[in-house]
């Protein structure tokens, strides 16, 4: 009996050791580290697990998974060693790039046999087209985001070149404002099985309109600057059958060229986020409701963000609108404060609803004689925030969980002495990996201040900022010091 009970004790003491040992890194099985693997850019995965041991090495360079490279924060000369030693000799098992365009010198891109997603920085305009030529040889090829240096002198050719790729599933375009904005001649049983479509560009309405017709399984669009057109033709609009998400950022538009717009494509819609600046016909709470019960019966999120300039027109008329019956049964929500922004005082009338924006801008609020504060408990779920102005934690109740990067700009950081300890109250510094702080002053006891309160902090980003300088070494001693920053 005592033999037996020992022989479990001992088959236990073994059992836990086989769990201890587990948990080493090196224990885990090959299949489960190159799942590991595809969480990480391909170049980190070589500098590390390449050179860890005998083992990851082959692991490494026996393995045939696809490989994710980003070369947009790599300089020329490391890119010579990881061309050599990385791209060259896996360019066929390559299935996301994401680069600026001075790489683009070094390989023929349809070289990438295997290329599903291209993401590329800052080529000019009038290389995009033969660009998207090569792209046409690539039979799994579906993601393109393209970021442009100056705008697109030819529009519609780059956009015909796009629709081209009859197998691209998601596209974002990205560019300054010009060019003469005509609109394409509308398509005809188009096969493109485009889903996704980002603007972010400059575009007229009935632009807008003609493009829409040339993606008739479009499911998200969104447009970040959207202006009116002095003519739209209901004939032309056609709706992408499966659209159910819109984002728009309005320029210079009226509401009844939105409401004649939104009443064409709307029937399948089921989000709607709109955003405009400092016309108050966006604030006729009964035209919303008119345009939602007509025309987006499968509508269940509803977020506008409004902002408009303060001059001596009451508005509390406008806000109770959006207090009746409609809105409370939906759930959809709203507040507004008043704040200072350049020496002019604004209003932000916004939905507070979870799903607010991926970044919000928190600004100075005013004397409390004309200002609402937050609603109380209110939780805002964006990533990236920007406070703007003066700071005073007592004036906010709205709290920040999700937030991971942080802009702070034109705070006058240096008349408040308990400045980051305010905005510690306001969003927790720890939680922060990206910090941005523009045209602010203050001293090295300050940034020291700053640094120790964000230990989780991974990038630091000083825009007409400092006053005083210091020595290199004595700012890496500072940044190593408190917190992980790598660039």
């Known amino acids: 009996m005592k033999r037996r009970k020992n022989t479990e004790i001992i088959k236990q003491s073994n059992d836990n050791k086989k769990k201890l040992s587990l948990s080493k890194f090196e224990d885990l099985s090959n299949e489960l580290i190159y799942e590991l693997f595809d969480y990480f850019d391909y170049f980190f995965i070589y500098e590390i697990f390449s050179k860890f041991n005998l083992r990851f090495h082959l692991l490494f360079i026996n393995s045939s998974l696809p490989i994710k490279i980003n070369l947009s924060l790599i300089s020329k000369s490391i890119f010579q060693t990881y061309y050599k030693s990385i791209i060259d000799i896996n360019i066929k098992r390559i299935i996301s790039l994401n680069t600026t365009k001075y790489f683009l010198n070094y390989f023929s891109i349809n070289l990438f046999s295997s290329l599903q997603s291209l993401i590329i920085y800052e080529i000019e305009s009038n290389k995009i087209s033969l ?46 404002s010009g060019g003469e904005r005509i609109p ?15 603007l972010n560009a400059h575009v007229r309405l009935d632009q807008l309109i003609s493009i829409l017709s040339y993606v ?12 009116g057109s002095e003519c739209i033709e209901i004939d032309r609009i056609r709706t992408p059958v499966n659209l159910i998400s819109i984002c728009l950022n309005l320029y ?7 409401k004649l717009f939104l009443s064409k494509i709307s029937f399948q819609l089921k ?8 016309d108050e016909n966006f604030l006729n709470a009964e035209q919303w409701e008119e345009l939602i019960i007509n025309y987006m019966p499968c509508l269940y999120m509803f977020d506008l963000q409004y902002t408009g300039l303060i001059d001596d027109n009451p508005r509390h008329n406008l806000i109770e609108q959006f207090c009746s019956k409609f809105w409370i049964e939906r759930k959809w929500l709203f507040d507004y404060y008043y704040y200072k922004n350049d020496n002019s005082h604004y209003w932000n009338f916004f939905s507070i609803v979870p799903y607010r924006y991926n970044h919000f801008i928190l600004y100075e609020q005013i004397n409390n004689d004309l200002c609402k504060s937050y609603q109380n408990n209110s939780i805002n779920f964006a990533h990236h925030l920007t406070i703007e102005g003066h700071v005073n934690k007592d004036k906010y109740s709205i709290r920040f969980p999700r937030v991971t990067k942080l802009t702070l700009r034109n705070n006058y950081i240096e008349e408040n002495s308990l400045f980051f300890n305010d905005i510690n109250s306001i969003i927790p510094l720890i939680q922060i990996t990206d910090l941005n702080i523009k045209n602010n002053y203050f001293s ?36 190593s010091e408190y917190n992980k920053i790598i660039k």
């Open 131 to 176: 660009l998207i030529n090569y792209l046409h040889c690539l039979s799994n090829f579906s993601s393109l985001s393209i970021y442009s240096s100056d705008y697109f002198r030819n529009e519609n050719s780059i956009y015909l070149s796009i629709f081209s790729l009859l197998k691209l599933k998601f596209c974002k375009l990205t560019c300054p």
């Open 184 to 198: 394409l001649p509308l398509a005809i049983n188009s096969c493109q099985i485009l889903e996704h479509l980002i």
């Open 216 to 227: 008739p399984k479009l499911t998200y669009l969104s447009c970040e600057y959207l202006y």
């Open 252 to 258: 210079r538009i009226s509401f009844n060229e939105l």
């Open 271 to 278: 989000k709607l986020r709109i955003k405009k600046f400092n």
């Open 444 to 479: 090295i006891v300050e940034l020291t201040k700053i640094l120790s309160l964000s230990s989780n902090l991974q990038s630091l980003t000083l825009s007409n900022t400092l006053p005083f300088q210091f020595k290199r070494i004595e700012s890496t001693k500072l940044i």
